[in-house]
């Protein structure tokens, strides 16, 4: 069987006694993209900082492509768009290209440099964003979605495997959104890049995920839209009117 992508097994994490995840388990398999869904404050972030060793479970283990993850290193193999770093000072010194290059230092050793060959990969990324032509300008300057973008290429840069989303649309517009959809799936497409998207929005996630994470600290479903859609169970738990919320763009 080949190996999942990333594995999650037992994991529990409580923030000061409060229960944040209880003992969820799943696999990724290579070329899956899920879409993680929940209500506020269900543990849909702590799941991700868990599994990219930010933050540490109480109990249970993740492994990332067959290595347990405090052994893992290849941190290049996945890229990471973090909640809320679109909110950048306006005034943040940086360009568009220096943003992207940074990307370049997951998994180097110390000390970590960005050189002359780096640049074929920042230009390639920036090309398949479209965003060659802002290469020069301050990220402070730009509006929601472009940064959006560039913070995106950034993830990107290294050709990951792997790629962690977490609410990267929350600050876009409908049509912003729609394109920065269209990109990932694009990617998961055509290159297999296993995607997992954490997302408030239940409504469509299932025109874009292959499979379903339904979390409340633990996990209510874990499965293809289909056996979600067709499960009684679920019709039980959610109620017929919120299943097929989530059915109904799939
Ligand atoms: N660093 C922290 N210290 C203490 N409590 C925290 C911390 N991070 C998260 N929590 C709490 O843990 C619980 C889960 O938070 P988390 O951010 O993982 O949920 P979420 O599903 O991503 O929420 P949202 O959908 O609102 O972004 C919440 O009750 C939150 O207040």
Not at 68 to 76: A, D, G, P, Y
Not at 113 to 129: H, I, P, Q, Y
Not at 177 to 198: A, K
Not at 221 to 243: A, K
Request: hydrophobic share 40%; glycine share 12%.
């Amino acid at each position: 069987m080949p190996v999942a992508v990333v594995a999650v097994n037992g994991v529990s994490l409580a923030y000061h006694g409060a229960e944040a995840l209880r003992d969820v388990t799943f696999e990724v398999a290579a070329g899956d993209y899920v879409g993680v869904v929940g209500p506020n404050g269900s543990g849909k972030s702590t799941l991700i900082r868990c599994i990219l060793g930010l933050a540490r479970p109480d109990r249970g283990t993740v492994d990332l492509f067959g290595t347990e993850r405090s052994r893992f290193s290849q941190w290049q193999r996945i890229g990471y768009l973090p909640q809320g770093l679109q909110h950048f000072n306006p005034h943040f010194p940086a360009t568009v290209a220096e943003v992207v290059a940074l990307g370049l230092l997951a998994g180097r050793p110390f000390p970590r440099r960005v050189g002359r060959g780096d640049a074929g990969a920042v230009e390639r990324v920036l090309a398949l964003m479209g965003i060659e032509a802002i290469r020069d300008r301050l990220v402070g300057e730009l509006s929601g979605g472009l940064r959006q973008r560039v913070l995106l290429a950034r993830a990107l840069v290294n050709e990951p495997e792997l790629l962690l989303l977490d609410e990267p649309t929350t600050a876009l517009d409908p049509e912003t959104r729609e394109n920065f959809y269209g990109i990932i799936q694009e990617l998961n497409r055509t290159r297999g890049t296993t995607v997992i998207l954490v997302t408030h929005d239940s409504g469509s996630i299932g025109r874009y995920a292959s499979r379903l994470l339904y979390l409340d600290k633990r996990v209510v479903f874990y499965g293809g839209f289909d056996s979600f859609c067709d499960s009684p169970e679920m019709s039980d738990f959610f109620g017929i009117h919120s299943q097929h919320l989530i059915c109904h763009r799939h």
